[in-house]
């Protein structure tokens, strides 16, 4: 009888490290783009700190954001979208010009502060689309930052999967546009 159990102990624990192992998909942190010397900020990354659970997911600023209401957006206050790939935060080379747009948006608008949106599609639990979705907003944030905006004038707010369109396949139009951060301006 005891060999039975520490044949099937033993059996449960290679079984559990094998599922630990086998990642089909890559993970957020495995899209980030190589470092070339001519980037003004490669990757356009948060920090490793900025991207731990434990300072992610904080809705900074929207008490002091007095009438900003990340669930109706007015499409007139949208500065740019930024889009992004599937289970992806790094900002993309062919985004960074819009990026710029906003960053060059705030020089000349002194008056205004942005809300960096951060959404997802429905793919994956609620929580790691909540934490994606900040994720996502930090990179966009950071790469300002590294333009020259002041954090001050930033503030994240994670949407995770909340408006996503649902049942919809992972290449469809629908979820690709799922897969953004909303630059709106707000006085």
């Known amino acids: 009888m005891k060999k039975i159990i520490a044949l099937t102990s033993l059996a449960f624990s290679a079984f559990m490290l ?7 998909n890559p993970s ?5 783009p190589e470092a070339s010397s001519n980037e003004l900020n490669p990757g356009g990354l948060p920090s490793d700190a900025a991207m731990s659970a434990d300072s992610g997911l904080q809705e900074r600023g929207i008490n002091s954001m007095n009438a900003f209401d990340p669930e109706n957006i007015n499409p007139e206050d949208v500065v740019v979208t930024v889009y992004f790939g599937f289970d992806q935060y790094a900002v993309a080379p062919s985004e960074r010009a819009n990026v710029k747009k906003a960053a060059n948006f705030l020089a000349d608008n002194p008056d205004f502060r942005i809300a960096l949106v951060g959404h997802t599609d429905w793919y994956g639990t609620e929580e790691y689309n909540m934490l994606l979705s900040d994720k996502r907003a930090r990179a966009v944030s950071d790469y300002m930052s590294s333009l020259g905006i002041a954090p001050e004038r930033i503030e994240i707010i994670a949407r995770g999967e909340a408006g996503a369109a649902m049942d919809v396949a992972k290449n469809s139009p629908e979820a690709r546009h799922d897969r953004r951060v909303e630059i ?3 006085r």
């Not at 094998?18 to 089909?24: F, K, L, V, Y």
Request: hydrophobic fraction near 40%; charge should be negative; glycine fraction near 0%.
């Open 18 to 24: 094998a599922a630990c192992d086998s990642m089909d």
């Open 28 to 32: 957020p942190l495995d899209t980030r």
């Open 184 to 186: 709106v301006k707000v």
